[in-house]
């Protein structure tokens, strides 16, 4: 069964090709059942290919397609690994992508560009299983470009408007530096071990130098934290929230983003073979992410770029999992975070779509009546990344933190606030969304009109509520246009992922508790990829009583401080919103304005270099020509005497030349 | 005339020794003439003459394709006839697997850039010179006499000297005459190297001379100062048509000014004439030398890669940005080249036509942009996508196919080229490939700036490409994907005479090993003492000579 | 012939040709120019006779026939011209004529 792997990237594959050929003739709405109905087949197939797996021994299958690039020492073929971390990967993308797909169907209803949108899917779907399931690292690089390209297609999908254009291309282009680092790698790779097929140069690893090992692993984590949004390359993200609702579930939270984790737990020999700052570098870029980044969440009035940046922030969870050893934790992570972050942005898409595409928390709140269904499955994912127990989150997350306490306690103090900030953000969210007054009613209009005064991303709005009612009367005019905003509850396409991606975000915690060896389900079955590098913890059972509280109490100290700030009113917002937060911690904004500035001049200056220095002697030396030539044609002024008396000079100058020369 | 031409190909079917070399070459060459002669009276008959020509070329060149033998590395079809027997210069034609595919993409490409765009005057002109370009363009790839080469290389000047002259716009006849000076001007050291180079090989046997190549490369009688003085001359001449920085002005003057048909050839072969030359008469002819000069070379290649991405990021005219594109392209090939192993020299080859592929595609995109608003200036151009997209859409697969993007064409090329560089030279690998977030930045840019956004009032009428467009665009469309999934073929068929080329280098040079990977030499011994041996350690450090000593 | 009846020959010649040479740079009348030109070819042809004679070899006596048909040639071309810019700019000098001039 498992000779079937091959269907797996080829039905998505097949679904984009018959939509980009005919996708307008199909139409709406069957050019999305044909690209649900692509991947979630896909899905079957991994299923079906993942009970044949256990009969393999070690759960390993090759299969080698053709050859691809083959010149001189270098060949790499098209060819298909699949493994335990890759057989993980492919059923929780094929999975989630399949109901993100069904979803789309409802959210997408009436786009213009409506096939268009299944048809860049189908192909995201496909690279990304390319990614996943190459069995070198070009492939997995094709793939990880190929991800890439779709991202910025559907990122820019309403090219129209000129943020989404432009969100598009930087997302494409930080990528792209990200790039830079991962084809370094692949040389290296390369130049030390002369293959770039995992099967073949990482079981050398071991005795690979320590300082190529560095560089090679230095220059994936390049990569990956292009890829993976981590400092300083995650800026894009939060600009990525400009594609349509399910891109940011299926792309820029559960699968694509994910990566650069992916990669690094797949080199895991590399890494182990590097030297000992690598894994540190790793875990504390990892941490340092998680942490600013829940800081920036804190401040945020989109809802989406709080799903953004709590993304970033969750990947950085998974980077430091990976840099303190704990391989499986952060591939769990992923998967349960697969499953709550791609709830929480199909439900955040609902409330959007239910609130006519408005994204902004101050003009929602008290929805849970309205939208019963997105809202009890939203709550659901709100407690899974909050940490609450049983729910999936909090066993991946304190399996992580069980790790980085292992490496060092101040990785794991950061990561129990890093944790209260996660509760605290989220549950703002769901608080403002779901909770206490509504603000998109008629009662609303003064907080609207205050709304307006400030610029979207500027927190000292934060305040605005305060001075709502004062405003009230003065500016109840102004907002005609949002006044009469009816929420809604969305249709049924919509509404069955989220009831299913519910479920897993409540009970996915079981493939891996860490009660006992038997329970670890997860552990086991990525031995074969990760066994032999991964740190080995055996946690008493005091420890682990101690850790499971200390993780539940900060979950839950985060929720009540949101529920006193943001329901009770006990404290004033804005001392926590921060504009530092809001913006960013300016980063962002530093980037551009270099990059806008100093960045750009510099280019100009080589573009002014190029014109005036270059091509300015070319033509100078065109212009010099023409000079000296006009000046010398004054020579041949046109008297006969003149030149036969040049004959004349020159004839004596000859024979004088000959005389010094000869001697008689 | 033409029946039987045509019918002494259908006849080359059963037999072998149809000269297909030499028909490569007289077909356009006869066909131009025919054309020149017709009445300019009757322009239609002058442009099935040259579609004629350029279609049964094209054929021919497929044909070579078909019937070459891809294990052998020397050269094949070869055609010897003597010409000026005092100097021993002969009509001497072959090919091998580095000059087969530019054959071959100067078979494909000329068909369709007459497809592509039509004259705006005096068409009949306009064909002559073009199908005599396709004359010269295949003459230079196919030559194996010094002297051939020389005067094929420098017939190509001509027409498009004149068809940048007569049918460009703006500047035209500005950047004509750059073109043809700069070009002409690095020739001019060529022709010495060449005439040397004769007279030095013919010294060997009897006084006399000789440009035969395969028997100067028999020759091998260069005192080391000779031979570095010889290969800067034709160093000098292919830079310059490459166009390597810093010798790469004439080319944004001359793509800008340019006719559709002039841009794509240009951009497609004659830039290749360059590399190619390089390849041929350098690294063939100077192997001292070369491995002398690959530093150099190296880092003006490295330089074009990244300061063309640059420039050509600031350009606010199309053409130029593409233009300037060409120059970072063209650093790749140049690159390649120079890393002196099989990986960067199979890529560079590959290079060279994807290239003439993407920015051939490119240029017949902007022709057909410049045919519906008939400007080139980026900032006149605003959410074209919207109202055509079917145009965006091949558009953006040409572009990312540019930017280099896996399971596109360009990638297989840049890639083996910066592997090989790495191998052999790391640093500039390195360097090089920050070419690759350049070339993003650029295009994209230039995309989001035309193509996204609202339309405006005067783009907003912009229609969508037509059935015959779509046409012309399909051959290139397939090609991208295939090179990009499938470069097998092709690179099976280069592989044996760059291996000869690279065997060469180590034969003649001594101390010269081809710059490969170290699994050859220390990664076998760590399998076998079951790693851990801290001695063949393989280290950053321990290998950073790499090709140049 | 002694050597010294020679050189007064070879000093005729010198100076012959100097004065043509002269008349050929100062001279504006093409007319007088092409004398000029005829005096410095037969002061050439004066010391090929004397240095024919002086060695002793007939060839500088043959050079001199050659030198004579050519000079008669020339001037043929030469008065020709002189006449055809006569015609059509009577009184012209050779100064005149430099529309070649760079």
């Given at each position: 069964?498992?000779?079937?792997?091959?269907?797996?990237p080829a039905?998505p594959l097949a679904g984009f090709l018959l939509l980009v050929f005919f996708g307008k003739r199909i139409?709406?709405?069957?050019a999305?059942?044909?690209g649900?109905?692509?991947?979630?087949?896909?899905?079957?197939?991994?299923?079906?290919?993942?009970?044949?797996?256990?009969?393999?021994?070690?759960?390993?299958?090759?299969?080698?397609?053709f050859?691809w690039i083959?010149?001189?020492?270098?060949?790499?073929?098209i060819?298909?690994?699949?493994?335990?971390?890759?057989?993980?990967?492919?059923?929780?993308?094929?999975?989630?992508?399949?109901?993100?797909?069904?979803?789309?169907?409802?959210?997408?209803?009436?786009?213009?560009r409506?096939p268009r949108f299944f048809t860049y899917l189908n192909l995201f779907?496909f690279s990304?299983?390319v990614?996943?399931?190459?069995?070198?690292?070009?492939?997995?690089?094709l793939g990880?470009e190929g991800v890439g390209a779709c991202s910025y297609f559907l990122?820019a999908f309403?090219f129209?408007?000129?943020?989404?254009?432009?969100?598009g291309?930087?997302?494409f282009?930080?990528?792209?530096?990200?790039?830079?680092?991962?084809?370094?790698?692949?040389?290296?790779?390369?130049?030390?071990?002369?293959?770039?097929?995992?099967?073949?140069?990482?079981?050398?690893?071991?005795?690979?130098?320590?300082?190529?090992?560095?560089?090679?692993?230095?220059?994936?984590?390049?990569?990956?934290?292009?890829?993976?949004?981590?400092?300083?390359?995650?800026?894009?993200?939060?600009?990525?929230?400009?594609?349509?609702?399910?891109?940011?579930?299926?792309?820029?939270?559960?699968?694509?983003?994910?990566?650069?984790?992916?990669?690094?737990?797949?080199?895991?020999?590399?890494?182990?073979?590097?030297?000992?700052?690598?894994?540190?570098?790793?875990?504390?870029?990892?941490?340092?992410?998680?942490?600013?980044?829940?800081?920036?969440?804190?401040?945020?009035?989109?809802?989406?770029?709080?799903?953004?940046?709590?993304?970033?922030?969750?990947?950085?969870?998974?980077?430091?999992?990976?840099?303190?050893?704990?391989?499986?934790?952060?591939?769990?992570?992923?998967?349960?975070?697969?499953?709550?972050?791609?709830?929480?942005?199909?439900?955040?898409?609902?409330?959007?779509?239910?609130?006519?595409?408005?994204?902004?928390?101050?003009?929602?709140?008290?929805?849970?009546?309205?939208?019963?269904?997105?809202?009890?499955?939203?709550?659901?994912?709100?407690?899974?990344?909050?940490?609450?127990?049983?729910?999936?989150?909090?066993?991946?997350?304190?399996?992580?933190?069980?790790?980085?306490?292992?490496?060092?306690?101040?990785?794991?103090?950061?990561?129990?606030?890093?944790?209260?900030?996660?509760?605290?953000?989220?549950?703002?969210?769901?608080?403002?969304?779901?909770?206490?007054?509504?603000?998109?009613?008629?009662?609303?209009?003064?907080?609207?009109?205050?709304?307006?005064?400030?610029?979207?991303?500027?927190?000292?709005?934060?305040?605005?509520?305060?001075?709502?009612?004062?405003?009230?009367?003065?500016?109840?005019?102004?907002?005609?246009?949002?006044?009469?905003?009816?929420?809604?509850?969305?249709?049924?396409?919509?509404?069955?992922?989220?009831?299913?991606?519910?479920?897993?975000?409540?009970?996915?915690?079981?493939?891996?508790?860490?009660?006992?060896?038997?329970?670890?389900?997860?552990?086991?079955?990525?031995?074969?990829?990760?066994?032999?590098?991964?740190?080995?913890?055996?946690?008493?059972?005091?420890?682990?009583?101690?850790?499971?509280?200390?993780?539940?109490?900060?979950?839950?100290?985060?929720?009540?401080?949101?529920?006193?700030?943001?329901?009770?009113?006990?404290?004033?917002?804005?001392?926590?919103?921060?504009?530092?937060?809001?913006?960013?911690?300016?980063?962002?904004?530093?980037?551009?304005?270099?990059?806008?500035?100093?960045?750009?001049?510099?280019?100009?200056?080589?573009?002014?270099?190029?014109?005036?220095?270059?091509?300015?002697?070319?033509?100078?030396?065109?212009?010099?020509?023409?000079?000296?030539?006009?000046?010398?044609?004054?020579?041949?002024?046109?008297?006969?005497?003149?030149?036969?008396?040049?004959?004349?000079?020159?004839?004596?100058?000859?024979?004088?030349?000959?005389?010094?020369?000869?001697?008689? | 005339?033409?029946?039987?031409?045509?019918?002494?190909?259908?006849?080359?079917?059963?037999?072998?020794?149809?000269?297909?070399?030499?028909?490569?070459?007289?077909?356009?060459?006869?066909?131009?003439?025919?054309?020149?002669?017709?009445?300019?009276?009757?322009?239609?008959?002058?442009?099935?003459?040259?579609v004629?020509?350029a279609l049964?070329t094209g054929i021919?060149s497929i044909?070579?394709l078909v019937?070459?033998?891809?294990?052998?590395?020397?050269?094949?079809?070869?055609?010897?006839?003597?010409?000026?027997?005092?100097?021993?210069?002969?009509?001497?034609?072959?090919?091998?697997?580095?000059?087969l595919f530019l054959v071959v993409l100067t078979g494909i490409l000329f068909p369709i850039a007459l497809f592509a765009a039509k004259?705006?005057?005096?068409?009949?002109?306009?064909?002559?010179?073009?199908?005599?370009?396709m004359?010269?363009?295949?003459?230079?790839?196919?030559?194996?006499?010094?002297?051939?080469?020389?005067?094929?290389?420098?017939?190509?000047?001509?027409?498009?000297?004149?068809?940048?002259?007569?049918?460009?716009?703006?500047?035209?006849?500005?950047?004509?005459?750059?073109?043809?000076?700069?070009?002409?001007?690095?020739?001019?050291?060529?022709?010495?190297?060449?005439?040397?180079?004769?007279?030095?090989?013919?010294?060997?046997?009897?006084?006399?001379?000789?440009?035969?190549?395969?028997?100067?490369?028999?020759?091998?009688?260069?005192?080391?100062?000779?031979?570095?003085?010889?290969?800067?001359?034709?160093?000098?001449?292919?830079?310059?048509?490459?166009?390597?920085?810093?010798?790469?002005?004439?080319?944004?003057?001359?793509h800008?000014?340019?006719?559709t048909a002039g841009s794509i050839d240009l951009a497609g072969i004659?830039l290749k004439?360059?590399?190619?030359?390089?390849?041929?008469?350098?690294?063939?002819?100077?192997?001292?030398?070369?491995?002398?000069?690959?530093?150099?070379?190296?880092?003006?290649?490295?330089?074009?890669?990244?300061?063309?991405?640059?420039?050509?990021?600031?350009?606010?005219?199309l053409k130029?940005l593409v233009a300037?594109s060409s120059?970072a392209h063209m650093?790749f090939a140049?690159?390649?080249?120079?890393?002196?192993?099989?990986?960067?020299?199979?890529g560079?080859v590959l290079q060279m036509i994807n290239h003439g592929i993407t920015t051939g595609a490119l240029f017949i995109l902007l022709g057909f942009l410049y045919s519906r608003r008939?400007?080139y200036?980026?900032?006149?151009l605003?959410?074209i996508a919207k109202v055509a997209p079917v145009f965006a859409g091949v558009f953006t697969l040409v572009m990312l196919a540019s930017i280099g993007v896996p399971g596109l064409n360009g990638f297989v090329g840049e890639f083996l080229?910066?592997?090989?560089?790495?191998?052999?030279?790391?640093?500039?690998?390195?360097?090089?490939?920050?070419?690759v977030?350049?070339a993003a930045?650029y295009l994209l840019?230039a995309y989001q700036?035309v193509f996204q956004?609202?339309?405006?009032?005067?783009?907003?009428?912009f229609p969508d490409l037509k059935i015959s467009e779509k046409l012309v665009m399909a051959p290139l469309v397939v090609l991208i994907i295939f090179l990009g999934i499938y470069p097998k073929p092709v690179l099976?068929r280069i592989?044996?005479?760059?291996?000869?080329?690279?065997?060469?280098?180590?034969?003649?040079?001594?101390?010269?090993?081809?710059?490969?990977?170290?699994?050859?030499?220390?990664?076998?011994?760590?399998?076998?003492?079951?790693?851990?041996?801290?001695?063949?350690?393989?280290?950053?450090?321990?290998?950073?000579?790499?090709?140049?000593? | 012939?002694?050597?010294?009846?020679?050189?007064?020959?070879?000093?005729?010649?010198?100076?012959?040709?100097?004065?043509?040479?002269?008349?050929?740079?100062?001279?504006?009348?093409?007319?007088?120019?092409?004398?000029?030109?005829?005096?410095?070819?037969?002061?050439?042809?004066?010391?090929?006779?004397?240095?024919?004679?002086?060695?002793?070899?007939?060839?500088?006596?043959?050079?001199?026939?050659?030198?004579?048909?050519?000079?008669?040639?020339?001037?043929?071309?030469?008065?020709?011209?002189?006449?055809?810019?006569?015609?059509?700019?009577?009184?012209?000098?050779?100064?005149?004529?430099?529309?070649?001039?760079?």
């Amino acid at each position: 069964m498992v000779e079937l792997v091959w269907l797996i990237p080829a039905l998505p594959l097949a679904g984009f090709l018959l939509l980009v050929f005919f996708g307008k003739r199909i139409g709406e709405p069957r050019a999305g059942w044909i690209g649900t109905g692509a991947v979630a087949l896909s899905f079957v197939t991994a299923c079906v290919v993942f009970a044949g797996l256990w009969n393999e021994p070690e759960h390993t299958f090759e299969a080698s397609l053709f050859k691809w690039i083959p010149a001189g020492n270098f060949n790499v073929d098209i060819g298909i690994l699949l493994d335990p971390l890759s057989m993980a990967m492919v059923l929780f993308i094929t999975g989630i992508a399949s109901l993100i797909h069904l979803y789309s169907i409802g959210y997408m209803h009436g786009d213009s560009r409506f096939p268009r949108f299944f048809t860049y899917l189908n192909l995201f779907v496909f690279s990304m299983l390319v990614l996943v399931l190459g069995d070198n690292l070009v492939l997995t690089f094709l793939g990880w470009e190929g991800v890439g390209a779709c991202s910025y297609f559907l990122i820019a999908f309403w090219f129209e408007k000129e943020e989404n254009a432009s969100a598009g291309k930087k997302a494409f282009i930080t990528n792209r530096v990200g790039d830079w680092g991962f084809m370094v790698a692949i040389f290296m790779t390369f130049f030390a071990f002369g293959t770039v097929t995992y099967t073949e140069f990482l079981p050398m690893a071991p005795g690979l130098a320590q300082t190529t090992a560095t560089f090679i692993a230095l220059m994936l984590f390049v990569g990956a934290i292009g890829k993976s949004a981590q400092i300083p390359l995650f800026i894009w993200l939060p600009d990525a929230m400009a594609g349509p609702t399910p891109v940011s579930a299926l792309i820029h939270a559960a699968t694509m983003v994910t990566a650069g984790v992916y990669l690094l737990v797949r080199v895991n020999p590399i890494i182990a073979a590097s030297a000992s700052w690598i894994p540190w570098m790793i875990a504390i870029v990892g941490i340092a992410t998680a942490f600013l980044a829940a800081t920036i969440a804190l401040a945020q009035q989109d809802i989406k770029k709080v799903l953004a940046y709590s993304t970033v922030s969750q990947l950085g969870y998974m980077f430091l999992a990976v840099g303190v050893g704990g391989y499986s934790a952060a591939i769990f992570h992923m998967i349960t975070h697969a499953f709550f972050k791609a709830l929480l942005f199909l439900g955040a898409g609902s409330v959007i779509h239910g609130m006519h595409e408005e994204q902004d928390m101050r003009r929602m709140g008290a929805l849970r009546r309205i939208m019963p269904v997105t809202a009890v499955t939203f709550i659901i994912g709100w407690l899974a990344i909050a940490g609450v127990p049983p729910f999936s989150g909090f066993w991946s997350k304190d399996d992580i933190l069980a790790y980085a306490l292992h490496k060092s306690p101040i990785l794991y103090v950061i990561g129990l606030i890093t944790a209260l900030l996660t509760a605290f953000y989220m549950s703002r969210l769901v608080f403002r969304v779901f909770y206490g007054d509504s603000r998109w009613g008629e009662s609303a209009e003064g907080e609207l009109a205050n709304l307006n005064a400030h610029t979207a991303t500027d927190a000292a709005d934060a305040g605005a509520e305060d001075h709502a009612d004062a405003h009230e009367d003065s500016h109840a005019d102004t907002h005609a246009g949002h006044g009469a905003v009816h929420p809604h509850e969305s249709k049924w396409p919509m509404l069955v992922p989220l009831i299913v991606l519910a479920f897993f975000a409540a009970t996915a915690g079981v493939l891996n508790l860490p009660f006992t060896e038997n329970l670890e389900f997860l552990n086991r079955w990525l031995e074969p990829v990760v066994g032999e590098n991964q740190v080995h913890l055996h946690l008493g059972g005091a420890q682990l009583t101690f850790e499971l509280l200390l993780s539940t109490t900060i979950a839950l100290l985060g929720i009540f401080a949101a529920y006193m700030v943001y329901l009770k009113k006990k404290i004033d917002p804005s001392r926590i919103e921060l504009p530092f937060f809001a913006n960013g911690w300016y980063i962002d904004q530093g980037i551009t304005a270099f990059m806008g500035g100093i960045g750009r001049k510099g280019f100009e200056l080589i573009a002014m270099f190029d014109k005036v220095v270059i091509d300015g002697a070319v033509n100078g030396v065109g212009r010099a020509t023409r000079g000296g030539a006009s000046r010398l044609r004054a020579i041949e002024n046109g008297y006969v005497r003149w030149y036969a008396l040049m004959i004349g000079v020159g004839a004596v100058l000859i024979v004088a030349f000959v005389m010094t020369q000869v001697s008689f | 005339m033409i029946a039987s031409v045509l019918s002494s190909v259908l006849a080359s079917e059963g037999a072998p020794s149809f000269p297909i070399l030499p028909a490569l070459v007289f077909v356009p060459l006869v066909g131009a003439i025919l054309i020149a002669l017709m009445p300019s009276s009757r322009p239609e008959l002058s442009r099935q003459m040259a579609v004629l020509t350029a279609l049964l070329t094209g054929i021919l060149s497929i044909a070579l394709l078909v019937k070459f033998k891809t294990d052998d590395a020397g050269f094949q079809f070869v055609v010897q006839q003597t010409w000026v027997e005092s100097l021993d210069i002969k009509f001497f034609l072959g090919v091998d697997g580095i000059s087969l595919f530019l054959v071959v993409l100067t078979g494909i490409l000329f068909p369709i850039a007459l497809f592509a765009a039509k004259p705006e005057h005096s068409p009949k002109g306009y064909y002559a010179w073009l199908t005599l370009l396709m004359a010269g363009c295949m003459g230079a790839f196919l030559s194996l006499d010094l002297f051939l080469f020389f005067l094929m290389f420098e017939i190509t000047l001509v027409p498009l000297y004149m068809l940048i002259g007569k049918w460009g716009h703006g500047r035209r006849v500005y950047a004509a005459t750059k073109f043809f000076l700069y070009t002409m001007l690095g020739s001019a050291f060529m022709l010495v190297s060449i005439v040397t180079l004769a007279v030095l090989a013919g010294a060997g046997d009897k006084g006399g001379v000789s440009f035969d190549f395969t028997k100067i490369i028999a020759t091998d009688n260069l005192a080391t100062s000779t031979g570095r003085w010889l290969f800067l001359g034709m160093a000098i001449a292919f830079a310059v048509k490459v166009p390597s920085f810093p010798f790469h002005t004439w080319l944004p003057d001359a793509h800008t000014e340019a006719p559709t048909a002039g841009s794509i050839d240009l951009a497609g072969i004659l830039l290749k004439l360059g590399t190619y030359g390089f390849l041929r008469y350098g690294l063939e002819l100077f192997p001292e030398a070369t491995v002398w000069f690959a530093p150099v070379m190296l880092t003006l290649a490295t330089i074009g890669v990244v300061y063309g991405g640059i420039v050509a990021a600031m350009q606010r005219n199309l053409k130029r940005l593409v233009a300037y594109s060409s120059v970072a392209h063209m650093g790749f090939a140049l690159m390649g080249l120079f890393a002196l192993n099989v990986e960067g020299i199979e890529g560079s080859v590959l290079q060279m036509i994807n290239h003439g592929i993407t920015t051939g595609a490119l240029f017949i995109l902007l022709g057909f942009l410049y045919s519906r608003r008939h400007t080139y200036e980026i900032s006149q151009l605003k959410g074209i996508a919207k109202v055509a997209p079917v145009f965006a859409g091949v558009f953006t697969l040409v572009m990312l196919a540019s930017i280099g993007v896996p399971g596109l064409n360009g990638f297989v090329g840049e890639f083996l080229v910066l592997l090989g560089t790495f191998v052999a030279n790391r640093w500039w690998a390195v360097i090089a490939a920050t070419g690759v977030i350049i070339a993003a930045l650029y295009l994209l840019w230039a995309y989001q700036r035309v193509f996204q956004g609202e339309p405006d009032e005067a783009n907003k009428n912009f229609p969508d490409l037509k059935i015959s467009e779509k046409l012309v665009m399909a051959p290139l469309v397939v090609l991208i994907i295939f090179l990009g999934i499938y470069p097998k073929p092709v690179l099976d068929r280069i592989a044996p005479s760059v291996k000869r080329v690279v065997t060469r280098l180590e034969v003649q040079v001594d101390g010269f090993k081809e710059p490969i990977t170290r699994k050859g030499a220390d990664l076998l011994k760590i399998e076998s003492s079951h790693l851990n041996t801290g001695e063949h350690a393989l280290g950053v450090a321990t290998n950073g000579k790499g090709a140049n000593q | 012939m002694g050597s010294n009846l020679s050189l007064a020959y070879l000093m005729l010649s010198a100076i012959l040709f100097v004065i043509g040479g002269v008349g050929v740079l100062i001279r504006r009348n093409p007319l007088v120019m092409i004398m000029c030109v005829e005096l410095m070819l037969n002061a050439v042809n004066l010391s090929f006779v004397t240095f024919g004679k002086m060695l002793d070899d007939i060839s500088g006596q043959i050079i001199v026939f050659f030198v004579m048909v050519v000079a008669a040639a020339e001037v043929v071309v030469g008065l020709a011209l002189i006449v055809a810019m006569a015609r059509r700019r009577p009184g012209a000098t050779a100064d005149d004529l430099r529309t070649l001039r760079g």
